[in-house]
């Protein structure tokens, strides 16, 4: 009787397993379902010390389960996105090293679910993080939307071959300035916002966030979770915008304490209206750019963007563009800025110089770690 | 008596100078023109071993006497021109190298020298290097352009502060099909061009150019002579052309003898009519690309251009272009890109991976010299 048992489910496994397609390498027929789904990943492998391992699962990336909605929400600055994700990616290195974490993409806050959260509160929607639509038009009587963009990513430890959710991290991207139209394709007006008022409204959705988070199946109560707070920049900036302020709530579903971040990103070279936190910075690449963008008969453009901690430069992203008209230019061009870039621009920092031809096509790279004191090289050529 | 003539001749030559406008700043007044001439260089350091220093005169640096001749006449494949002109710096390697010798733009050939080379021989232009044009139109019977490009090198050694003249690279590209209209902004007909005669048109082009380098004023005699011998790849190839045959004229002009070159380019995936020499490189290119292609949920796509010295690979460009959702995925891609190409891709030779965003932005960028084996991986990313 107990054998019949035993060759009966052994025989349904093979079948369900079947009805599912494709089976993965490293599922082997007849396991149970609970070890199939600890035992289907595998991870990216860890190329650098700085970065983490991701989550592969079935031989495929396993992508966010929103994944495509932070995107269409930053169509009009898309250097918001790639900032607000890089700077949540940085901030949870913090908290959970790359040495004892393995990244994975949100898994527990889904596309519709984040694209809810992100509308206005309604009859219809009751879960919306942005004011009610109070039917206002003017600019100072509507109510603005504050909460911009929402990532979810989470953090594993692996342990037996199993990864376990040990970290999560939430960004909330704020708008200082809300762009709207008064009609359908009509001009965009702007709601300004204080920095007051969207600290106050952003420390509002994170609890709501936090809250909402903690009772989500699969969320235990003690893992903790780090909400990382995001200023966006506005649409006409060159740089993207900058995480504010911080919490970590070990457990439970209240919100103790909000710690500052003091990280911003600026434009080199600074202009009348927007100048850089130290005077030195700008003088040094005042100098790279004089003797850069002199080297051929032709003017090379010549900007940055700069990541400062208070006063201090953190980081440098260069790029160079000007016409090229050999391969052999290009390759005198690169290890002319490698020399340059080593005299006059700041040590003890990570610096990365693309540079483009007129047509914008990436022609050659830079780029030194932050210990490092010469270039990596890489002029991009063709067979 | 004497001394008049000294502050004359001083008064002179601060005279002269004041004409010529800005005077560089390693030139000091009252230098006599010879030494003026050797003086105002500088090179641009050098990054790598493996590439030249380039010259810089008056903190300039000193293009090509003919430059932007080549980009014109390669506006139908650009990759012709990339590889032309890398091929032809990789060719005077090995007669130049790079430890004792310094790159000049070529200095010695004017683009009105060089466009009047290029063109068909005529009343006015019989220093043609192209057959004159015989009124016909039909494929077979008109004259077809054999000579399709030419590029000066110069290469120079470093003594006492100055820079002296020490090698001459010439690089010739030839056609194997030339491209027609019949009438102005009419369709594009081809004249196909045999091998054999290429080559015949090609030597006879090149004893041309030798003798008439050797008799312009600059060349000394027993200045070493390299004419590097292309042939042009068609306008629907995916890979530039490749070097065939090269010589070496250590003095005077005429060429004794020739050297076959086996270098050729290939594009991966091969195709049932353009097959790679070496199936093993193939079916490793294959398992590479699997693996990536499948990586997100969305296909990548994966293609390289593979150098080859008869049957043996000696270097990859691999090419991944696929759509990201967000800067994780970006980074989780670039390290599995690292781990699979030190698995599948072949060791022993220099390997770039450049890897695109659906808008054909680069996002990142993997790279191993021959001798290593794991790659430099950078994302390109923004504050």
Redesign the interface.
């Known amino acids: 009787m107990k054998k019949i048992g035993v060759i009966f489910s052994l025989g349904l496994s093979v079948l369900l397993l079947a009805a599912c397609g494709k089976i993965g390498d490293s599922t082997s027929t007849g396991n149970n379902v609970a070890k199939n789904s600890s035992s289907g990943y595998q991870t ?5 010390d700085s ?4 989550v ?1 699962k079935n ?3 396993l ?2 389960k929103a ?2 909605v ?2 269409a929400q930053n169509s009009d600055n898309i ?1 918001n ?3 607000f ?2 700077g949540l ?1 940085q901030l949870s290195k913090d908290q959970f090293p790359t040495d004892s974490y393995v ?1 994975r ?1 949100g898994q527990l806050l889904t596309s519709a679910t984040v694209e809810k959260w992100l509308d206005r509160k309604s009859k219809d929607n009751p879960d919306g993080l942005n004011p009610i639509d109070n039917g206002q038009k003017d600019a100072n009587k509507r109510n603005p939307m504050y909460v911009q963009q929402l ?1 979810e ?1 989470d953090y594993m430890k692996q342990k037996d071959g199993k990864l376990t959710l040990s970290g999560i991290t939430v960004g909330i991207g704020m708008n200082t300035k809300d762009y709207y139209e008064k009609e359908k394709y009509g001009a965009t007006f702007t709601t300004n916002i204080s920095k007051e008022k969207m600290v106050q409204e952003g420390q509002a959705a994170a609890a709501k966030v936090l809250s909402r988070l903690r009772n989500t199946e699969g969320v235990p109560n003690n893992v903790p979770i780090l909400i990382g707070m995001y200023q966006q920049s506005s649409n006409d900036s060159l ?2 915008g900058s995480f504010y302020s911080y919490t970590v709530s070990k457990s439970g579903n209240t919100i103790s304490s909000w710690n500052d971040v003091n990280v911003k ?1 600026y434009v080199f070279p600074s202009t009348s209206t927007a100048s850089v936190p130290n005077d030195n910075d700008e003088t040094s690449f005042e100098s790279f750019k004089k003797q850069v963008q ?4 032709n003017l090379a453009g010549v900007t940055a ?3 400062y901690e208070n006063k201090s430069l953190k ?1 440098l ?1 260069v790029n160079i563009t000007t016409q090229f ?5 290009i ?6 800025i ?2 340059t870039a080593k005299t006059y621009l700041p040590n003890g920092i990570p610096i ?1 110089i ?1 540079v483009k031809g007129s047509d914008g096509t ?1 022609q050659s ?1 830079l ?1 030194k770690k932050a210990k490092e004191s ?5 002029v ?4």
């Not at 002199?294 to 008969?297: A, K, V």
């Not at 390759?331 to 002319?336: A, G, I, K």
């Open positions: 990216t492998g860890q190329n650098s970065e983490y391992e991701g592969i031989g495929k990336y992508t966010s994944r495509g932070g995107v250097l996105l790639k900032s994700e890089a990616t990244f993409e990532e990513q740089v993207g990103s002199n080297f051929f008969p963007q700069g990541q980081g992203h008209y050999s391969e052999t230019e390759t005198s061009f690169t290890q002319f490698a020399q990365d693309t990436v790279f780029a010469s270039y990596y090289t890489h991009f050529s063709s067979y």
